[in-house]
């Protein structure tokens, strides 16, 4: 069973940044996908971004297009969101997620989820 364990996140400003690092038990990373989900309170949750497992593809929802970079390292089974510009409405707990299905497509089951983190960005 693969865990991941999330860190980073926190108390922001708005127009800060932060760094959020989902971090693999096993050195099995490089053969999922990983995507980034958020939910904010009283709301779905929501797709955030996608890596291939190589890292040479990427995929943004549009609210964080030119925001976020979602980045991979599979020497070091870890996966990264960097957030900057953020704003009042991207406040929500940050999941990060293993798949199988290629980052393009947009009906995904995941496998394994990390525990979340609080993300606050304080207008």
């Known amino acids: 069973q693969v865990q991941l364990v999330q860190s980073g996140g926190g108390l922001v400003q708005a127009g800060g940044s932060l760094r959020l690092s989902c971090a693999a038990s096993?050195?099995?990373?490089?053969?999922?996908?990983m995507r980034w989900f958020r939910q904010a309170p009283g709301k779905n949750r929501e797709f955030v971004a996608a890596?291939?497992?190589?890292?040479?593809?990427?995929y943004y929802a549009d609210s964080v297009k030119g925001r976020f970079t979602i980045s991979r390292d599979n020497a070091k089974n870890t996966v990264d969101l960097q957030m900057n510009s953020l704003k009042p409405e991207d406040t929500a707990v940050y999941y990060c997620?293993?798949?199988?299905?290629?980052?393009?497509?947009?009906?995904?089951?995941?496998?394994?989820w990390g525990q979340g983190t609080q993300v606050t960005v304080s207008s």
């Open positions: 096993e050195r099995t990373l490089s053969t999922y996908t």
């Open positions: 890596v291939s497992r190589t890292g040479g593809s990427t």
């Open positions: 997620a293993a798949t199988t299905e290629p980052p393009a497509w947009t009906s995904y089951d995941p496998v394994y």
